[in-house]
């Protein structure tokens, strides 16, 4: 098991720091997770860390690929809201 951080990241450093297994690390364009060390904080915290703290929807996602803090989560902008186009 392993989270995964695509390129919706903005190498923005809020969840580096908090990894407990030091799993995430800077790459370009955007940061990764070394899957060989994430544990998705299994036996060291309720929630995991990265999600907790990232400020982008969708840029984190989880070992069968849902999105940890899917559109709208952060924001509470409904995603069909924010997909409208202004006239």
Known sequence: MSFTINEL???CW???PLCPNQAIYEAKP???I?????N???GDYPDPQCASICP???AILDSSGQML???GSLTGIPPEKMSMNKI
């Open 14 to 16: 809020a969840c580096e």
């Open 34 to 38: 070394d899957s060989r060390r994430c």
């Open 9 to 11: 990241c903005t190498n």
């Open 40 to 42: 998705e904080c299994e």
């Open 30 to 32: 955007h940061f990764l």
């Open 56 to 58: 982008i929807e969708g």
């Open 69 to 71: 803090n899917p559109p």
